[in-house]
């Protein structure tokens, strides 16, 4: 099987999705691809580069929506300025909203924000359904439709931007869009008060198999000029597709989390099963050589907390030799499990999943057990997956057989 993500490395224009009126949707693009555009609709070549630039500043700096909006005939002819459409947007008691989004060939996909006390973190998708199949997540149950674009995936950060009313001049007169939850509460954000602060790669979807797409969109966020949001503020996480991970390092260069969930090569086999492909070991030496990673930027180890499975005293002491073996600079973050509709697990005991993390802190690792967020809406880890694409046990069962035989 080929491996999505490793097909071709050699940088190519990207294809830019035709719309029926012929015009291009800015949104996604890198300035550069603006500038040659400008220059294609006839700007002379330095013109196109000044004019790219401004543009660039309206679209990632202001948040501008409407292209007319520039007075210029010329622009508006030719270009649009794209936003993913929303379906549904809905709101947890805890504050966490989710959006159903639907991309123009009409596949549906989902972001979260979710409000704390002092940041405020968007969950972003990369891809619609997923070609894994971890055991315990529900996007695992859903075929992979396709990639996001980089318009699709930065998107989804511009969307959050205007319905948190965050643009520098839409400001206050905003605010009304926004949940009197998030309204009543503005005070405790952070010191710049901003509501968006942090950015997770932990949508639907696996990032480093959309790679190309993913820097490319999460390069947007970070521009200076544009969206200007640092990348320590920023992390990715995988399931654990070791070939990309030090290219992510590298190019992308934000902060890493790893799912791991397991510390034995049959339990992680079973439930993270691209562990077939790319071993613990693989996986631990990739992490040990991450880009970047040092004590002040620790990679996060996800381990989600399954009853009987995988969340025993033993395996919380094994979890502390591997990082220490592997030296490497960690924090682990448990997890407990969020049930859906059909799942096979249970979420371990409250007692349990304290004693595990005991263990973890003695042995002198940072291992917080993470709030459940958005349970009401499922808008918790593992729970996204739209309406649209639930599917009957029959179906789950044949997809999950599939999917194995896939990754051999
Ligand atoms: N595909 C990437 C990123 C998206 S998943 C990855 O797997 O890392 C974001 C996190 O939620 C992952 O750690 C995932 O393992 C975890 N998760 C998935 N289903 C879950 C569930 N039902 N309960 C709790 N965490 C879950
Ligand atoms: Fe895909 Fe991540 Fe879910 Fe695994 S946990 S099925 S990699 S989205």
Redesign the pocket.
Known sequence: MQIPGLIDPVPVARDITPREDGRVDLIGLPRQRIAELFETAGLDAKAAKLRAKQVFHWLYHRGMTDIAKTMRPWLAERFVIGRPEIVLSQHSSDGTRKWLLKTADDHEYEMVFIPDADRGTLCVSSQVG?T?N?R????GTMRLVRNLTPGEIVGQVMLARDALGEWPKAGQADLSALGDDLVDDDGGYSSDGRLLTNIV???M???LYNFDNVRDALKLVMDGDGLALSKRRITL???GVVPMMAKCGEEIGVNL?V?L?AVTKDIRDEIVPINRKYGLEELLQACADYPGASNARRITF?Y?MLKDKNDSDEHARELVRLIKQYKLPAKVNL??????PG?IYECSSQERIRRFSEIVFEGGISAPVRTPRGRDIDA????LKTAAQKMSRAELDRLAEEKQAALG
């Open positions: 997923c894994l971890c315990f997540c529900h996007t790669m932990m949508g979807g696996e990032p996480s995988t399931s989390a799912s969930h996800e989600v997890i407990p499990f969020n049930p859906w799942a918790a880890c593992g729970q």
